[in-house]
């Protein structure tokens, strides 16, 4: 069983950061990448960034300057910085192991979700 548990969401003014942490539990062999989406209400769920075990990143457009991804292999663990936000940043934040090698196969897994409000 593999758990994913995110954390550091909050309500920021614009323009303010936030820190969310994801970390990775339980029995696995190794993680190929992580990621970060999120849902605003009545909008699909976006990718935001993802980060490869060999530290290869990607970016939507929309946070590409503002938004860093950043992973502790050795924690298991993912960071997403946020600066400058806007509210159009608001929504529930989730990490995502993607292609996580465990000894009964490959598989994908969410965490919970982390709320992440922007407003004065």
């Known amino acids: 069983q593999v758990k994913m548990v995110e954390s550091g969401g909050g309500l920021v003014q614009p323009g303010g950061s936030l820190r969310l942490s994801c970390a990775a539990s339980?029995?696995?062999?190794?993680?190929?990448?992580m990621g970060w989406y999120r849902q605003a209400p009545e909008k699909e769920r976006e990718l935001v960034a993802a980060?490869?075990?060999?530290?290869?990143?990607n970016y939507a457009d929309s946070v590409k300057g503002r938004f860093t991804i950043s992973r502790d292999n050795g924690k298991n663990t993912m960071y997403l910085q946020m600066s400058s936000l806007k509210p159009e940043d608001t929504a529930v934040y989730y990490c995502?192991?993607?292609?996580?090698?465990?000894?009964?196969?490959?598989?994908?897994?969410w965490g919970q979700g982390t709320q992440v409000t922007v407003s004065s």
């Open positions: 339980g029995t696995f062999f190794s993680i190929d990448t």
């Open positions: 995502k192991a993607i292609r996580v090698w465990t000894s009964t196969g490959i598989g994908d897994y």
């Open positions: 980060i490869t075990s060999r530290g290869s990143t």
